[in-house]
């Protein structure tokens, strides 16, 4: 069974300054990793995906994350946030395509001006 | 392309009603998933479904929950008889056939209040 663990259920950093969060994970078997965005009131829109090509995984809004196979982690950055990236960020994996989700509690992030 | 589209986006239920939650996905996509978020939680997966048929049902309460993705028309998500508890925010995924991706793309979610 898989499983994900998010460190910090919530995140504060400055306007400009860097984003950093947590994620890692268990599964027996490669995994396929993936890092959503829900904004207030709203699904989950997709930010990036891991499916064992490239380690370093580049995303939308200037996002990236690192699959570390001896860490089991999968953590998202952003090299500087801004105000719009406030949100809730949660880490999700599955073992194969078209499988169920096992998703982390989720991060919310705020930034501050 | 139009996206994953669920409705109604807000439904109140007193307790002891039914609530009927409905998911189109999107154009091309065969493979439909429900989440269910309680406040503060993540997403927990529910049913998985491919059309007319159930595929994974392990995340689905034993009682009072069903679901179906008939030959024609969305998704629903049925729950009879509905309870406080049952209050959350419901999501629907889709993605395409085996073979052609494996991510999973999201509706708006309906949020269901029980009274």
């Known amino acids: 069974a898989q499983s994900v663990t998010q460190l910090g259920s919530h995140v504060s950093v400055s306007e400009g300054a860097l984003v950093l969060l947590r994620c890692n994970y268990s599964s027996s078997v490669p995994p396929y990793l993936f890092w959503y965005v829900q904004y207030p009131n709203q699904g989950l829109q997709l930010l990036l995906k891991y499916t064992s090509a490239a380690t370093l995984v580049k995303g939308i809004n200037g996002f990236e994350a690192e699959f570390k196979k001896s860490e089991t982690s999968f953590h998202l950055t952003k090299p500087s946030a801004h105000m719009s990236d406030a949100a809730e960020y949660f880490c999700?994996?599955?073992?194969?395509?078209?499988?169920?989700?096992?998703f982390g509690k989720g991060t919310r992030l705020s930034v501050i001006a | 392309n139009a996206g994953v589209m669920q409705n109604p986006r807000h439904l109140v239920r007193r307790r002891g009603q039914e609530a009927r939650l409905r998911c189109s996905p999107m154009?091309?996509?065969?493979?439909v998933y429900w989440y269910r978020q309680l406040p503060e939680e993540g997403l927990k997966f529910m049913v998985y479904?491919?059309?007319?048929?159930?595929?994974?049902e392990s995340g689905m309460p034993k009682e009072r929950f069903s679901a179906e993705f008939p030959k024609e028309g969305p998704s629903i998500l049925r729950i009879q008889q509905v309870v406080r508890g049952d209050s959350a925010a419901y999501f629907c995924?889709?993605?395409?056939?085996?073979?052609?991706?494996?991510?999973?793309?999201f509706g708006p979610g309906t949020r269901l209040t029980v009274l």
């Open positions: 999700a994996v599955t073992v194969s395509g078209n499988t169920p989700l096992v």
């Open positions: 154009k091309g996509h065969s493979h």
């Open positions: 479904l491919q059309k007319e048929n159930i595929i994974d």
């Open positions: 995924a889709s993605s395409p056939p085996s073979g052609q991706g494996s991510t999973q793309y």
